[in-house]
């Protein structure tokens, strides 16, 4: 069965630090991976896509993330957080009819 | 252009009780879709609509869920008799189409409290 796996559940960094969320995905197939954000009081809101091509992938606010088929993994990084980025982050991987979810991963910023 | 709306954003009901959440997608989309957000469980797949069609519905948790979208656009999500573990935050969603490729967007959601 399809699935996603989030690995960090809580993750505490101080402002300027580098991020790197892991995600790990269950399929053999063709991909589509998602990064969505949630930030406090918001909507889940897109924050990055990969369906096909260049295996890096740039989103809004700076993020990025990494598709590497040989590790099915899809992590998020960015390179300096911000006290704003604080919120909680969902992997997601796209299958026929729906989004399949990683549990997410609560990002705190401290200033 | 507006997104996805829900309403109510808050209810809380006693147990037994119906509920009705309703959704309006984004214009022009033509595929909807709910989803469950609850504490330990994450974000888990109810159900989608294709049009006004809904194809799957093996996501809804007991025969006590249904949905339906009419005009190809509101949708509504019922929960019959609802108990405390129904206490969630229900999230919906539209994409242009059903498919891997088509982005969805999300709703503000309506957190339910049974109590």
């Known amino acids: 069965a399809q699935s996603v796996s989030q690995h960090n559940h809580h993750v505490i960094l101080s402002e300027a630090a580098s991020l790197e969320l892991g995600c790990n995905y269950s399929?053999?197939?063709?991909?589509?991976l998602f990064w969505y954000v949630q930030y406090p009081g918001q909507h889940l809101q897109l924050l990055l896509k990969?369906?096909?091509?260049?295996?890096l992938v740039k989103g809004i606010k700076g993020f990025e993330a990494e598709f590497i088929k040989s590790k099915f993994s899809f992590n998020l990084r960015k390179p300096s957080v911000q006290w704003s980025d604080t919120a909680e982050y969902f992997c997601a991987f796209g299958a026929t009819n729906k989004l399949i979810f990683g549990t997410g991963t609560l990002l705190a910023v401290q200033p | 252009g507006a997104g996805v709306s829900q309403s109510p954003s808050n209810k809380v009901t006693e147990k037994g009780k119906d509920v009705e959440l309703r959704c309006d997608p984004i214009s022009g989309h033509t595929a909807l879709y709910w989803y469950r957000q609850s504490l330990g469980q994450g974000l888990e797949f109810l159900i989608y609509f294709q049009g006004n069609s809904a194809p799957d519905k093996s996501g809804l948790p007991s025969d006590r869920f249904s949905a339906e979208r009419t005009g190809g656009s509101v949708s509504t999500l019922t929960i019959q008799r609802t108990q405390q573990e129904d206490s969630a935050v229900y999230l919906c969603?539209?994409?242009?189409?059903?498919?891997?490729?088509?982005?969805?967007?999300f709703g503000p959601g309506t957190r339910l409290t049974v109590t």
């Open positions: 990969y369906f096909s091509g260049d295996p």
């Open positions: 969603a539209s994409s242009l189409a059903v498919g891997q490729g088509y982005e969805q967007y």
């Open positions: 399929y053999g197939g063709t991909v589509n």
